[in-house]
């Protein structure tokens, strides 16, 4: 009896204790955390590509003439330089050709001498009567037949002498001269495939080729006419080489060519790029990536990275209602520029972004903003997603 009375009077003691601790708990206040106003400002954008190399002209050196070659010139592989011999034929029968052609326009020339002499005799006999006119019309023509003779052997010198210039090949321009496809002493047909002998590639400027896909031209140009996006004067787009091992090439390239029609085998479009190469250090093939650069959107909102949070609905921020309570709210996020997210829907300019003591959050709970930080300041333009 004793024992029942003890415990009913300890679980008493218990539960009124316990309503002691109740109301003696403090109270939890708003949660403290940081936040910044939303701003909008002009927000510049870049858009990334994969893209390669290519010469800005490309030339095939090719022989004109027929015969031996005697000696490769150049170093394969290497730079050369306008008017630099790149290979040698042998010149010697293309010399005997040119001494030929010059012995037989002497001839004729003096074929051409003794015909216009001939002429001036008959002449003036054939005035006094003492020819026939069809004596003066064999002279006359024996003249100009001779004349004719000597234009077509002046012709033959002149031919020869150029064929004798293009044993001779050098390079039309500067730039870098690939390996040679036919070696020292072989005989070269200029009128069969053996007539190319190599290629030189100008290395300045170098073109920048890369594509578009359709889905993101039509998604740009839409954004252009709602206004939510703004082109570049001119379209005066700037392009940004990227090299393979991430650093970014020194000079800065111009776009130069979009070509009219959709590829049908990728759905994408080329654009072409030139850049400055003045050290070479740029080479045709090789593969980069291309940051086209000049758009920007003219009310462009960026907030830091650390504000963004990931669900499996998608991307979403914490902001302050007009209650001082915490509320989520679903963006849309475009490229990121430095340590900022550029949000294309979602926020507007006004809205009060936490950034700092996410982790304490939840929808409706009561918040204290400490000082908020400056608005956040334009960043360095980085890949669109």
Not at 11 to 39: F, H, M, N, Q, W
Request: net charge positive.
């Amino acid at each position: 009896m004793f024992h029942s009375k003890f415990v009913v009077a300890l679980a008493i003691g218990l539960v009124l204790a316990a309503c002691g601790d109740e109301k003696t708990a403090p109270v939890r206040g708003p949660s403290e955390v940081t936040a910044i106003k939303v701003v909008a400002q002009e927000t510049p954008v870049t858009y990334e590509y994969t893209a390669q190399t290519e010469s800005s002209q490309l030339v095939e050196i090719r022989t004109r003439v027929s015969g031996f070659l005697d000696r490769r010139a150049y170093k394969e592989g290497s730079q050369v330089r306008s008017g630099q011999t790149l290979f040698q034929i042998d010149r010697k029968p293309f010399e005997a050709q040119l001494a030929a052609a010059r012995g037989e326009l002497s001839a004729q020339q003096a074929r051409q001498a003794v015909a216009q002499a001939t002429l001036a005799r008959v002449r003036p006999l054939v005035e006094q009567n003492a020819l026939s006119k069809k004596d003066l019309d064999d002279a006359v023509g024996n003249e100009r037949t001779a004349q004719a003779a000597v234009e077509v052997a002046r012709a033959n010198v002149l031919s020869a002498e150029l064929n004798l210039g293009y044993t001779t090949i050098k390079s039309p321009l500067n730039g870098l001269a690939s390996a040679a496809r036919i070696q020292d002493g072989s005989y070269l047909n200029a009128n069969s495939q053996d007539a190319l002998l190599t290629t030189v590639a100008a290395l300045d400027p170098m073109r920048v080729v890369f594509s578009v896909s359709e889905n993101d031209l039509l998604k740009y140009r839409d954004a252009i006419a709602k206004g939510t996006l703004k082109a570049p004067a001119n379209d005066n787009y700037v392009i940004e080489v990227v090299l393979a091992d991430g650093s970014l090439y020194p000079e800065k390239g111009r776009l130069t060519f979009a070509d009219t029609a959709y590829s049908q085998g990728t759905g994408t479009i080329l654009l072409r790029a030139e850049v400055a190469n003045p050290k070479g250090a740029l080479v045709p093939g090789q593969f980069v990536r291309a940051r086209l650069q000049g758009a920007s959107y003219p009310q462009g909102i960026l907030i830091p990275q650390k504000a963004v949070q990931q669900s499996g609905q998608g991307y979403f921020v914490w902001i302050i209602d007009k209650d001082g309570k915490a509320q989520t709210r679903p963006i849309e996020v475009g490229s990121w520029m430095d340590d900022k997210w550029h949000v294309l829907s979602g926020l507007k300019a006004g809205d009060t972004l936490i950034v700092d003591g996410l982790m304490r959050l939840a929808p409706g709970v009561p918040v204290k903003p400490l000082a908020a930080a400056p608005p956040v300041p334009p960043a360095t333009p980085a890949p669109a997603k």
